[in-house]
């Protein structure tokens, strides 16, 4: 018998489109194309799970937008002041952290685990949070999954090797084949989201960049000059 995986919700489909609750099916269909593209197993950053899982969540976004809204929601939402969104960093929902929050004029810290994913909800006191994540620049989460782009020596981008990369989430270090070395792309398997409640431990996607080129060390020149002069 085939295990069967997480159970993709509205909030996770949402995430790995990268649309918001008003997308409407033109916005919908324009998300999927360029997630799809992005992760079509034909192309060097492509991803044949990623692939399934953009196609699941547009299937279901589009089920959504088709349900009928004559019948009245089986669970009552929360009243608008007990409810409210709550921006987190990628750095907190990677490693957990705190917000510091203003409720009826208190300032109370709000203590949050590592693994947050966006529409997570956590309480604190009679306010329900739903979790939304902060954009950053060459980082991105998408479902269990975390993106970075990281800058390495231009060297093991040609060669592969020993990888140190500069992330927007600090240096995130790597063996990487010449293969890999050449796509600019290497999966590492368990390094996204940790695990938390019924989400599994994502993987984390390392994009690699050249990085500029430092200058020579006063002793690396001397080095080079001693031994051009030594060869004439």
Avoid: C, N
């Avoid at 409720?103 to 979790?131: N, T």
């Avoid at 990487?176 to 050449?182: L, M, N, Q, R, V």
């Amino acid at each position: 018998m085939t295990a069967k995986g997480p159970v993709l919700t509205l909030f996770a489909a949402r995430a790995l489109l990268g649309v918001g609750p008003d997308a409407d099916e033109r916005a919908l269909r324009k998300a999927y194309r360029e997630a799809a593209k992005r992760a079509h197993p034909d192309r060097p950053t492509g991803d044949a799970a990623l692939f399934r899982e953009v196609q699941a969540a547009y299937r279901l976004l589009q089920d959504s937008l088709a349900r009928p809204t004559t019948f009245a929601p089986a669970v009552t939402a929360p009243a608008a002041a007990d409810y409210a969104f709550l921006d987190i960093d990628i750095a907190t929902a990677v490693s957990g952290g705190s917000e510091e929050l203003s409720i009826d004029g208190r300032r109370l810290r709000l203590k949050l685990p590592a693994g947050l994913r966006a529409g997570d909800k956590v309480r604190l006191l009679d306010v329900l949070f739903e979790v939304r994540h902060r954009p950053l620049d060459g980082a991105l989460v998408r479902g269990d999954d975390l993106w970075l782009t990281g800058k390495v020596a231009p060297r093991v981008l040609a060669e592969g090797g020993r990888v140190e990369a500069d992330t927007p989430l600090g240096p995130r270090q790597a063996w990487i084949s010449t293969k890999a070395a050449e796509r600019g792309l290497v999966r590492l398997a368990g390094q996204g989201l940790p695990a938390r409640a019924h989400h599994r431990a994502g993987d984390l996607f390392l994009r690699l960049e050249a990085a500029e080129k430092d200058k020579d060390s006063l002793a690396r020149s001397l080095l080079r000059r001693f031994a051009a002069a030594w060869a004439a």
